[in-house]
């Protein structure tokens, strides 16, 4: 069956930086649009950025721009979000999501904290 495994959440000043990887299995990641998402406390889940399976580039939310980097590793079934320069209201449960033959699936999510 399909899983997503996030980790690399934690706490984190403002100013500092972050990795985060989605382990993926049980379907052709190189085939699917990859996603991160996040939400939090009290807001509606907002998509973050998403890889797309090839030759289109990929894309992020305005409040991200330039600070945060999605890529993906399809020899390691995983993709990745570099996070850099935290804001704290960057903090929120970051999920991968995959989109694979019309289909959706969801991580459990991981926690990032920015608090000085």
């Known amino acids: 069956q399909v899983q997503l495994v996030e980790s690399g959440g934690g706490l984190v000043q403002p100013g500092g930086s972050l990795r985060l990887s989605c382990a993926a299995s049980g379907f052709t990641f190189s085939s699917s649009i990859m996603s991160w998402y996040r939400q939090a406390p009290g807001k509606e889940r907002e998509l973050v950025a998403t890889?797309?399976?090839?030759?289109?580039?990929?894309t992020y939310t305005d409040s991200v721009k330039g600070r945060f980097t999605v890529s993906r590793d399809n020899a390691k079934n995983t993709v990745y979000l570099q996070m850099d320069r935290l804001k704290p209201e960057d903090t929120a449960v970051y999920y991968c999501k995959a989109f694979y033959r019309f289909s959706s699936y969801w991580g459990q999510g991981t926690q990032v904290t920015v608090s000085s």
């Open positions: 890889t797309p399976s090839a030759g289109t580039r990929s």
